[in-house]
């Protein structure tokens, strides 16, 4: 019988982020993909028309019919929206008997708001305390610590200030500084660091979903954190580097990217 990994997320109709991408990289890992929609967005590689955010209840529904007949063995949030939606899934999270990567998504690779401002309050309080691991990239570890940061160093404090706010471990993605691509993880008291040479592209759409999914297959497949980080890592540096070259802007990257499958 197949793992089984949940996402909850917001609808890319151009395939290369939200739902699309984590049942794809779901489907990749080997592990059986079911997925909650918490939004509907108009989008494709050049740009984000319009988000719709679903009702909290449905949202909440959704998932409620998974946990009762398929329950997950890891899940992730991505897209969330508003704030009624990250407090529904919080509720939810209460009961969960696995673990959970949240993804806090805030901004779209073209810039479009995919969280409101009152909802960060809310995942701050609500839902990284649930997180058996959260994956901000800087941007985002930025908004949720309230300061700057330039450097693997700044990406250590961050690191621990989002602990302290109640995550079990933090991934601090460091894609947006200059230089190799190294993400910080802090899991208890242990620190990881995971580098990679930077690859000159702009088909990056989505790397963030596909990379926070691939961890989150690990983890449904029983592998460490730590272990779960490294072969996604490996897994999202390959498939931007082999990025099928799609789209007049932003493309997706190659959710059939080789999996290093052996520690």
Request: aromatic content about 4%; hydrophobic content about 45%.
């Amino acid at each position: 019988m197949p793992s089984i990994a949940l996402t909850i997320a917001g609808s890319d109709p151009s395939g290369g982020a939200g739902i699309q991408a984590d049942l794809k990289t779901f489907h990749q890992f080997g592990v059986y993909g079911e997925a909650a929609i918490t939004l509907v967005t108009v989008q494709n590689t050049v740009g984000v028309r319009r988000v719709e955010c679903l009702a909290a209840d449905l949202v909440a529904a959704q998932i409620q019919a998974v946990l009762e007949d398929l329950p997950p063995a890891a899940a992730k949030t991505g897209a969330l929206g508003n704030r009624a939606i990250v407090e529904a899934v919080a509720e939810m999270a209460e009961r969960f008997a696995f673990p959970l990567v949240v993804d806090p998504v805030m901004i779209s690779k073209h810039g479009a708001p995919l969280m409101a401002a009152e909802a960060c309050q809310s995942l701050i309080l609500r839902l990284i305390p649930k997180a058996r691991l959260i994956t901000p990239n800087l941007p985002e570890a930025e908004v949720l610590t309230g300061f700057s940061i330039q450097d693997p160093a700044g990406m250590r404090r961050a690191a621990l200030r989002l602990r302290q706010m109640g995550a079990a471990a933090v991934l601090i993605k460091g894609g947006h500084l200059t230089g190799d691509a190294v993400d910080v993880l802090l899991d208890g008291e242990e620190w990881h660091e995971y580098s990679t040479a930077r690859i000159r592209t702009r088909h990056t759409h989505g790397t963030g979903c596909t990379y926070s999914a691939a961890i989150t297959a690990g983890l449904a497949l029983g592998w460490p954190l730590a272990e779960s980080v490294r072969r996604a890592k490996a897994y999202i540096t390959e498939a931007i580097r082999t990025n099928p070259g799609l789209g007049a802007g932003s493309g997706p990257v190659n959710h059939h990217a080789k999996i290093a499958r052996e520690p």
